[in-house]
Structure formats: C-alpha cells, structure tokens
C-alpha cells in the first residue's frame, strides 16, 4: 500500500517541480549559449552586437537567479503544504481511514519530500555547473586549480562531505 501511496504523492507533487525544472534547464542551457557567444565573438564584431550581448546575458542571468531561489522557496513551501493539507488538514480525515499505518502515512509524505528536495539541489548543482562554468569538463578543470592553493583534498574527502550533505537534507526534512 506504501507503494500506491507513493506513486500519488509523486504524480500530485510532480505537478508543481517539473515545469520548474525545465524552465531552470531553459535559462540555464540559454545562459550558456549566450555566454559562448559573447566569449567567440572578437574585434568589430563584438563592438557592434556588444550591448545586446551583455542585456541578454543580465537578462538570462536574473531569470536564472529568480527560477533557482523559486525552485527553493516552491521545494520548500510545497513540501510543507502538502504535508499539512495531507495529514493534519480535512484529507487528513480520510488518510487515516485508509488501512495503512500512521508510519506509511507518513513516509508516503516523506520520501517524495526527500526525493524532490535532493533533486531540487542536485538540478541547482548542475545548472550552475552548465551555466557558470561551462560543463562538467571545464568545473573540474576548475577544481583541479584551487585545492593545490589551499592544500589536498582528495576524492574521499569530497565523497564524505557530499555523504554528510545528504544525510542532513534527510534529518533536517524528518524534523520539520
């Protein structure tokens, strides 16, 4: 029943991320193009088109901005909304009549809010990654520059704290 009731929370709150989403993929994919393009042109060329670039650019850049603090206020918002109304508001009433227990209860509003929070961090790392930095090739060109100044880090330290990261994204989501 855990499982039924999973895949109903899942379609019920997909709803409100995916077209968040994509929309953050958009700008970001958008962001980047317009970045190559400023960063290709050279000469006459670029003295000419050079105001619409840099508008283009504050433009895409501001969206991106306002869709990734949006992501995170929505992320947050709907997963608190969704618990309320779910369980404490009048569909409460018929959640416990349900022949589950209160744990798959809650779990079936849980799981999803992890899942949809971890992604909503994962889909920010990434985009920033593309946008900012150009792809993944490039980041991690980036990263092998700065830790030989502040001393080595090695893959297991950036293991260990991504571990850390996620286990306090489950704990923080499991104690509001």
């Not at 109903?8 to 970045?35: D, G, H, K």
């Not at 190559?36 to 006459?44: A, L, R, V, Y």
């Not at 990734?68 to 569909?91: D, Q, S």
């Not at 090739?137 to 990261?165: E, H, N, R």
Request: net charge neutral; with cysteine; proline share 2%.
């Amino acid at each position: 029943m855990l499982s039924k009731l999973l895949k109903y929370e899942f379609r019920s709150t997909a709803i409100y991320f995916l077209p968040i989403y994509a929309a953050l993929i958009l700008v970001s994919s958008f962001f980047y193009i317009v970045n190559k393009i400023s960063e290709s042109m050279q000469g006459d060329m670029y003295i000419k088109y050079y105001h619409m670039l840099d508008i283009l650019q504050v433009i895409s850049a501001s969206i991106y901005v306002l869709l990734a603090i949006g992501l995170a206020v929505t992320t947050f918002i709907v997963i608190i909304i969704r618990f309320y109304k779910n369980l404490l508001g009048n569909e409460g009433y018929l959640m416990f009549t349900l022949p589950v227990s209160v744990e798959e209860n809650i779990l079936a509003k849980l799981i999803p809010s992890i899942v949809w929070f971890l992604g909503s961090c994962v889909l920010g790392i990434f985009t920033i990654i593309h946008a900012f930095f150009g792809g993944f090739q490039s980041f991690f060109g980036f990263i092998d520059i700065y830790p030989k100044d502040f001393g080595a880090v090695t893959i297991s330290q950036y293991i260990t704290i991504i571990t850390l990261f996620i286990f306090g994204v489950i704990v923080s989501l499991a104690t509001i």
